[in-house]
């Protein structure tokens, strides 16, 4: 339904297009907000009453999001802080550790692997929608473990693989990404702890800056700063040179199939910045996200660019792999540059649906900054299936 009403707004151009999609969203926000308010005085006058749900948009329909979600989704800076700076955060990430081992014991989602020339890059479906990956030297039987938020899991495909463990690569503090370091460099006394110094990374051994490169074995990976979900978050990209294959970006919750992660510490300038870092990189990159999150963002870019036809090409082979549980990833850089709206903010169509306007002081940039800060406005308010 959602789709539908969104599609017949944006069709065409023009800014009665922005005028159509902001008003069926900023007026189911604003119902929303009217009706928190309300809640809040009947709670006030009778403790004992129940919370009742909240009511559809009259020209939107929201499906409720499934608990189990990624923590950090739809948060307030104060719950953000006590996440991400007390020891708070860190129980709650072992209470969501906990459900998602009862509820996925096998895991999320089933991994499919790539092998290249002596070169295995492995998926470890961690959580409820995580990702981490183990990267191995085939011939050397070496391995780098990337985000391993499940220490559990990621050893058992350490000793599945039967490989050696030697570096882990964090793209940035937040638990569901850094949670398993402990434990992992604990058992594996030489294992060492890569991540930005800016970005608090527990049990961090090796501090890397932009364009560092990491070497294991024949594995030369190179750590790129890409500030704004977190102030140090690096995604690292596996040169693909030495194996005569496609080169691997790891991440982290900068880029997603079909979407980007929420500018928790930055700014939009910060967020637009980094993703052009990873749009430098070439169109044959593999793309292996943080998170298995490909049905919601392609269901949100049908909305901003309902006609496009590499998305639905793309959804529709989305949804066989989820109907049998099957990971989504990876995807490449070309494709996520003709679907995904955040990557796509040089587009006219969607300058013209969703966009401010020219910016006065004729700054490009700027002004594909305010368009990439109302896509992830409203893509913060979409809900889907």
């Not at 895991?107 to 890059?121: C, D, E, I, T």
């Not at 040089?346 to 004729?362: N, S």
């Amino acid at each position: 339904m959602a789709a539908v009403v969104a599609a017949t707004a944006l069709k065409g151009r023009g800014a009665r297009n922005a005028r159509v999609l902001r008003g069926i969203l900023s007026g189911a926000a604003a119902n929303k907000a009217s009706h928190n308010r309300t809640r809040a005085l009947q709670s006030h006058s009778s403790p004992e009453c129940k919370e009742e749900p909240e009511p559809l948009s009259p020209e939107l329909e929201y499906i409720p999001r499934k608990r189990g979600k990624n923590p950090m989704k739809a948060v307030g800076l104060a719950w953000y802080s006590l996440y991400t700076r007390t020891w708070l955060g860190y129980l709650f990430y072992r209470q969501q550790l906990r459900r998602a081992r009862n509820r996925y014991p096998k895991g999320h989602s089933k991994a499919q692997p790539r092998l290249f020339n002596g070169v295995k890059v492995l998926p470890i479906p961690v959580l409820s929608d995580n990702y981490s990956y183990l990267i191995i030297d085939t011939q050397a039987r070496l391995a780098v473990a990337v985000d391993p938020s499940d220490p559990r899991a990621v050893q058992a495909s350490i000793e599945k693989e039967g490989v050696t463990l030697v570096a882990i690569l964090c793209t940035h503090k937040h638990w569901d990404h850094s949670g398993g370091n402990r434990d992992l460099s604990r058992r594996h006394r030489d294992c060492r702890v890569y991540g930005s110094p800016q970005d608090g990374i527990p049990y961090l051994t090796h501090p890397l800056c932009h364009q560092d490169v990491v070497s294991v074995g024949r594995l030369q990976i190179r750590a790129l700063a890409t500030p704004g979900h977190t102030q140090g978050h690096l995604v690292y990209l596996l040169d693909g040179e030495p194996y005569k294959g496609p080169s691997c970006l790891f991440s982290g919750d900068l880029l997603f199939l079909s979407g980007c992660g929420r500018t928790f510490e930055g700014t939009a300038e910060t967020m637009l910045s980094s993703l052009d870092t990873v749009l430098g990189l070439g169109d044959d990159t593999l793309l292996w996200p943080g998170h298995e999150y490909a049905e919601e963002n392609l269901g949100f870019a049908g909305v901003v660019e309902p006609e496009n036809l590499a998305r639905e090409r793309k959804m529709q082979w989305v949804q066989r792999q989820r109907m049998e549980r099957k990971s989504t990833c990876p995807s490449t850089l070309g494709e996520e540059r003709s679907y995904n709206p955040f990557l796509r903010t040089h587009c006219l169509a969607l300058q013209e649906a969703l966009g401010p306007g020219p910016d006065p002081t004729g700054d490009d940039g700027c002004s594909r900054a305010q368009l990439l800060e109302e896509l992830r406005r409203l893509k913060d308010m979409h809900k889907s299936k």
